[in-house]
C-alpha cells in the first residue's frame, strides 16, 4: 500500500484487467439478456382449486411428511401478482412454508374484465374471501384457518377479520399494511379531492389501467427506475444479480387492472376520508372495526417501505382488539421484506417461530 | 486490499447511489406540493378525456380499413382468457370430485394428504 497517497498502486494493473474482462462479458451477457427469457416464477407445484371471475384459489401440494394443523390462506394485494411469494426454487416463501410443514392456500386475482369494473368493496370482502376460507374449510377439513395479507390484502384481511370477528379466522398475519392513509403522503397528494376527480376517471376508463398504477408506484421513487438500469448495466456479467434483477423487474411491471368502484371506495373511503384509521369503516353496510379482532396477530413492517410508510402501518397493532398481538420492524423495503435474500434471512424464519406455536 | 476511497469504479457507484437518492427526495418534495398535484390531475383528467375521443376515431377509421380494432384484440384475448378460466374452472370440478370419491373407478387415488399432527419444536416437536 503506497502510504502517502492511501492508493494501492501494485492493484491497479490487477483492477484494471478485471474491468475489462467484466467490459467483455457486459457485451457478452447484454446480447444473452435480450435473446433470452427470465427465470420461471412461480412454479411450486399447485392445484387450482376455485376460480371465479378475477379470483383464483391455489393449494399447494405438502411437502412436509406431517403438516400442521392449521392451515394458512394467503391474500394477495390486489395490484400484484401472487408469485412475488413464490419466485423460483430456494427464493419461494411458499416452498419455504410447506418445508417447515404448513398447509398453504392463495387467494390470487386475474386482471378484472372491462364487465367486472363493477366489482365494490364488498364484493371482495363480503364473498371472494368468505368463498375461499368455504373451500379451504372445505378441502383441509379444518374448521380455523390463518390468514396471511400481503400490502392491501392485508387491508382486505383486516376488513374481512373485523366483519367475521367470531372465525373461522384463528390468526392473522399482515405484512407492510397501511392503516392511516394519511400517512402516505405522497399518495394522499395524487389523489387530494380538491383537484382529483376519481368519478370523472372512473366513468371514463372503467378499470383503472395498470399503466396508470404502475406510474404511481413508480412516481415514489422516479429515479429509480433509470438507475437500477444503470446498475443492471454495471453488473450484467454477473448472472445471480441479472437473474434477480429479471425477477422483481418482471414482477413489479405485471402490475394488474383495478376494478373501477372497488378503487372508487378506495379513494373515497380510505384515502380521502380514512375511514379505516378513523373507527368508520364499513364494507356492504356493516362496520368494520378492526377493535373488534380479538385472534393472534403479527405485523412484519419494513423499516424502508417508500409505498407504505412507517407511519401508515404503525397504529395497526396500537388499533386491534387482540391481546396476543406483535409488530416485527426488519430492514429491507417493501417488497425486499417478504421476498428475496433479505427475506430469508429475517422475515420468514421470525413468521415460523411465531406461527407453529399457533397453529396446531 | 483495494482502499474503496480511491476504487473509480466504487466512487462512481457510490456517486450514482447518491445521486439516485438526492434526486428521489428532490422530487418527493415538489411531489408534495398542491401545485404539483393541481397541475398532474388537470393533465391526466385532460388526457384521459382526450384519449376516449381518439380511440372512439381509431375504431372507426380501422373498421373502415377492415382491420381489427385494439378493444376487439383485447376481446379476443379476454374470450382466449375465458376459455382458458372455464378449463380451469372443470379441472377444479374435477378436482373436487376426485377428491370427494376417495378412489374413483379407473383413476388414480388422490395423493394422500400428510397427517395434521405436526408440533413446533418449542412443544416437543421436531424439524423435518
Redesign the interface.
Given at each position: 500500500?503506497n502510504a502517502h497517497?492511501?492508493?494501492?498502486l501494485a492493484?491497479i494493473p490487477e483492477?484494471i484487467q478485471s474491468?475489462v474482462q467484466r467490459a467483455i462479458q457486459r457485451s457478452i451477457k447484454g446480447v444473452e439478456y435480450f435473446a433470452t427469457s427470465g427465470p420461471a416464477l412461480g412454479s411450486t407445484p399447485k392445484?387450482?382449486?376455485?376460480?371465479?371471475g378475477t379470483m383464483?384459489l391455489y393449494h399447494y401440494?405438502?411437502i412436509?411428511?406431517?403438516?400442521?394443523?392449521v392451515p394458512i390462506l394467503i391474500v394477495m394485494a390486489t395490484t400484484n401478482r401472487g408469485y412475488i411469494l413464490d419466485l423460483v426454487p430456494g427464493q419461494s416463501f411458499i416452498e419455504f412454508l410447506l418445508k417447515?410443514?404448513y398447509?398453504v392456500y392463495m387467494l390470487d386475482w386475474?386482471a378484472p374484465?372491462?364487465e367486472e369494473k363493477s366489482l365494490r368493496m364488498e364484493d371482495y370482502v363480503l364473498d371472494f374471501i368468505p368463498d375461499c376460507v368455504r373451500h379451504v374449510e372445505r378441502?383441509s377439513g379444518?374448521a380455523d384457518l390463518t390468514v396471511i395479507g400481503y400490502c392491501f390484502g392485508g387491508v382486505l384481511s383486516l376488513l374481512y377479520g373485523s366483519i367475521f370477528a367470531d372465525g373461522p379466522m384463528k390468526n392473522l398475519i399482515c405484512f407492510t399494511t397501511p392503516v392511516d392513509f394519511r400517512e402516505m403522503?405522497?399518495f394522499q397528494?395524487?389523489s387530494?379531492r380538491?383537484?382529483?376527480?376519481v368519478d370523472?376517471?372512473i366513468d371514463?376508463?372503467g378499470n383503472v389501467p395498470p399503466e396508470m398504477i404502475l406510474s404511481s408506484f413508480e412516481?415514489?421513487?422516479?429515479?429509480?427506475r433509470a438507475?437500477s438500469q444503470?446498475?443492471l448495466w454495471?453488473n450484467i456479467w454477473n448472472d445471480e444479480y441479472v437473474k434477480s434483477y429479471r425477477m422483481f423487474d418482471r414482477w413489479a411491471t405485471d402490475t394488474l387492472p383495478l376494478a373501477g368502484e372497488y378503487f372508487r371506495t378506495i379513494t373515497r373511503d380510505l384515502m380521502w376520508d380514512n375511514k379505516l384509521y378513523n373507527d368508520a369503516m364499513s364494507v356492504g353496510g356493516r362496520p368494520a372495526d378492526i377493535s373488534k379482532i380479538t385472534v393472534p396477530v403479527l405485523h412484519a413492517v419494513a423499516e424502508h417501505d417508500h409505498i407504505v410508510p412507517y407511519d401508515a402501518a404503525k397504529p395497526l397493532i396500537q388499533k386491534i382488539g387482540s391481546a396476543d398481538k406483535e409488530e416485527v420492524i426488519l430492514k429491507g423495503g417493501h417488497v425486499s421484506l417478504v421476498a428475496g435474500a433479505n427475506a430469508i434471512k429475517r422475515l420468514w424464519p421470525k413468521l415460523d417461530?411465531w406461527l407453529?406455536?399457533r397453529?396446531? | 486490499?483495494?482502499?474503496k476511497?480511491?476504487?473509480p469504479?466504487a466512487i462512481w457507484?457510490n456517486m450514482?447511489?447518491e445521486?439516485?437518492k438526492g434526486?428521489?427526495a428532490f422530487?418527493?418534495r415538489a411531489?408534495?406540493?398542491?401545485e404539483?398535484?393541481?397541475v398532474?390531475?388537470?393533465v391526466?383528467?385532460a388526457s384521459?378525456?382526450a384519449q376516449?375521443q381518439f380511440g372512439e376515431l381509431m375504431d372507426k377509421y380501422l373498421a373502415n380499413m377492415n382491420l381489427p380494432s385494439r378493444a376487439q384484440m383485447v376481446s379476443m384475448a379476454?374470450r382466449l382468457?375465458?376459455i382458458e378460466?372455464q378449463l380451469?374452472?372443470i379441472?377444479?370440478l374435477l378436482?373436487?370430485v376426485h377428491?370427494n370419491s376417495g378412489a374413483p373407478a379407473g383413476g388414480l387415488a388422490p395423493?394422500p394428504?400428510?397427517?395434521?399432527?405436526?408440533?413446533?419444536?418449542?412443544?416437543g416437536?421436531e424439524?423435518?
Open positions: 500500500m497517497a492511501g492508493l494501492d492493484s483492477r474491468e392445484d387450482i382449486l376455485h376460480v371465479r383464483n401440494r405438502p412436509a411428511n406431517e403438516i400442521y394443523r417447515r410443514g398447509d386475474a374484465k372491462p378441502d379444518e403522503k405522497l397528494n395524487f387530494d380538491r383537484y382529483f376527480d370523472r376517471l371514463s376508463v412516481m415514489l421513487r422516479p429515479a429509480s438507475a444503470v446498475q454495471e417461530s407453529g406455536e397453529s396446531i | 486490499m483495494a482502499d476511497s480511491n476504487d469504479v457507484q450514482m447511489g445521486m439516485e434526486f428521489n422530487a418527493n411531489m408534495e406540493s398542491p404539483f398535484s393541481k398532474v390531475n388537470q391526466g383528467g384521459a378525456g376516449n379476454e382468457q375465458s378460466g380451469n374452472e379441472k377444479a378436482h373436487q377428491h395423493a394428504r400428510p397427517p395434521r399432527t405436526r408440533r413446533p419444536p418449542s412443544a416437536g424439524q423435518k
